[in-house]
């Protein structure tokens, strides 16, 4: 006996309509799309259609490209077919197209109807496809219903509408967005301008997303700084940091990969200064402003890039260690392309790309940036001008920090004590050098001896009150230094004696919790002026644990027993 294995065509469409994890990238298939059926000019429009009582989300994407044929729409509303073969500038067959595998268009799926208007050669084919999200998950294929129509006179290429798409949420389609993801995650934002490779130099995008009032016309390739490295000229624009516009590059075509014979990468790698960038990207969120949608930080999108079809797909930490130390990647613009690597079906990383492949690659970037660019006179200037610019600001923030921290401890609040100046704490250092002055100067004032400190990690204090016995005999706790005594404690009260704080923000029968969640209400007595050496007592008492733990709080302790008040300096 035998068996063919069959699959579920309903769940395999449906999971990889899902298995596209950024709306956005309904954009990116268009657009490969677009460039598969070799059009010149795409028009991208994004708006809310509230025609049926609800606010749905509708993109529509129309270009001048060959068009299709009933096989070839077939083959967009299919699986696993590839109707187009990818030709090179010479016109010569070379790997399959960017949406080899037929995959990309199954994310319009995720949608309440697909509509296809479509040209070639004369024939003029309409198409639609009802409900595909909701016939999926009823484990059922949708149907698509056409007609084909002689036209004369119609234009070629295709407009596909994709109405109710991603359950009408409208987030990452603005404008600016859509903008940002074209140049930096579509075909059309390739890279390979900047290497020479000039096939679709003259492609236009007409986009309009929400919130645009028309469209706006941009112009094919990713967006990079205009070079700019003469460091003298730049300090003319900025004397203290000319590095943030400072703009070097460089570019490799065809770059053989080191031990793949006939495997080849293109590599730009572009220096950028800060200021630089963001004089062309509006998407970099500046610091110390609300955050509007789509921005994020220099880190999260420069550094160096690994491509197919110039398409960015993978932004690692371990490939970015190919040409730079992490504080240095967000000065670099770079781009790594070889058509040999293996994508996933969503073509969402590098997953499918064999390890030796990637470890060459690796290779062969290291090798062209340490001999070809680190030997370069720009790159020598860059960072020369980076360890100058280091020094000076270093220098600058030295001086900086001294002229603060010469007008905070002139304000200071201290006192004295037998000649000697004692500074309030600003932090929970500052109270254990307060501490250790007190117990050098009036070592009467706690009823305990210090036997080890070690404020790195754990208690900061191992104290005894057995001041009379031998170490090895005595009685041994903890003591914990803390600025501020609050609700709740980083520590286990289970060995603990005493806490020594500058401030407590604890009322009478405050609960306080310790790391083990044992729980300790905070008692206060009131000083007893009638009692020689009385002081305000806190004290930590526990229900179910015989010793309490008594809290010197300094601020007041030292108030009630030596009449010490800390105030402006210049006051005493």
Aim: net charge negative; with cysteine.
């Amino acid at each position: 006996m035998e068996f063919i294995p069959t699959v579920n065509e309903a769940a395999e469409f449906l999971e990889i309509s899902n298995d596209f994890t950024n709306p956005k990238e309904v954009i990116r298939e268009a657009i490969s799309n677009c460039f598969d059926a070799g059009a010149k000019n795409i028009k991208i429009e994004i708006y809310v259609d509230r025609s049926r009582g609800m606010d749905e989300l509708v993109i529509n994407i129309e270009d001048d490209g060959e068009g299709m044929n009933e096989e070839q729409l077939k083959a967009f509303f299919g699986l696993g077919y590839s109707t187009r073969i990818a030709v090179d500038e010479r016109g010569f067959k070379v790997s399959p197209s960017i949406g080899e595998k037929g995959h990309g268009t199954k994310v319009y799926f995720n949608s309440r109807r697909i509509d296809v208007k479509t040209c070639k050669n004369n024939q003029y084919l309409e198409a639609y496809m009802d409900s595909p999200r909701q016939t999926l998950r009823r484990e059922e294929l949708p149907k698509v219903i056409y007609e084909s129509k002689e036209f004369r006179d119609q234009q070629q290429g295709s407009s596909i509408t994709i109405f109710g798409y991603n359950s009408n949420i409208q987030a990452g389609f603005s404008q600016d967005e859509i903008k940002d993801y074209i140049h930096w995650f579509t075909k059309f934002g390739s890279p390979e301008l900047e290497v020479g490779k000039e096939t679709y130099k003259d492609m236009k995008v007409q986009l309009k997303g929400l919130g645009a009032k028309e469209f706006e016309k941009l112009d094919f390739g990713h967006k990079f700084a205009e070079v700019n490295s003469d460091i003298r000229a730049l300090k003319g624009k900025d004397k203290i940091s000319p590095l943030d516009y400072y703009v070097a590059k460089w570019e490799f075509r065809d770059a053989q990969v080191i031990g793949k014979p006939g495997c080849t990468i293109d590599f730009v790698f572009y220096i950028e200064g800060d200021k630089a960038k963001r004089e062309y990207n509006r998407m970099i969120h500046e610091k110390w402003q609300a955050w509007k949608p789509g921005e994020y930080d220099v880190g999260d999108r420069y550094g160096l890039w690994l491509c197919k079809d110039h398409i960015p797909i993978q932004h690692e930490s371990e490939w970015n260690k190919w040409v730079a130390e992490r504080s240095e990647w967000t000065k670099y613009h770079a781009f790594v392309n070889c058509q040999d690597f293996k994508l996933t079906a969503n073509r969402g990383d590098l997953e499918n790309t064999p390890p030796d492949l990637l470890e060459a690659v690796g290779k062969t970037v290291k090798d062209l940036f340490n001999n070809k660019i680190k030997s370069t006179r720009e790159f020598q200037k860059y960072r020369e001008e980076l360890v100058t610019e280091q020094v000076e600001r270093t220098a600058q923030q030295e001086e900086s920090d001294f002229d603060r921290r010469r007008r905070e401890t002139l304000t200071k609040n201290a006192t004295e004590i037998d000649g000697i100046t004692l500074l309030e704490p600003r932090q929970e250092g500052g109270v254990f050098s307060l501490f250790l002055q007190l117990k050098t100067i009036k070592p009467e004032l706690f009823d305990f001896k210090v036997i080890d400190y070690d404020t790195s990690l754990g208690y900061d204090l191992l104290v005894t009150k057995d001041t009379a016995l031998d170490l090895s005999q005595a009685s041994m706790k903890f003591a914990e230094m803390k600025y501020e005594l609050k609700r709740s404690f980083n520590h286990s009260f289970g060995k603990l004696w005493v806490i020594i704080c500058w401030d407590c923000k604890l009322a009478n029968d405050d609960e306080v919790l310790d790391i083990v969640g044992e729980k300790r209400n905070m008692k206060i007595t009131s000083k007893d002026s009638s009692i020689p050496g009385s002081y305000k007592k806190y004290m930590l008492v526990s229900n179910t644990s015989p010793h309490n733990i008594e809290v010197f709080v300094l601020k007041e302790y030292l108030k009630d027993k030596l009449s010490l008040d800390f105030r402006p300096r210049g006051m005493h």
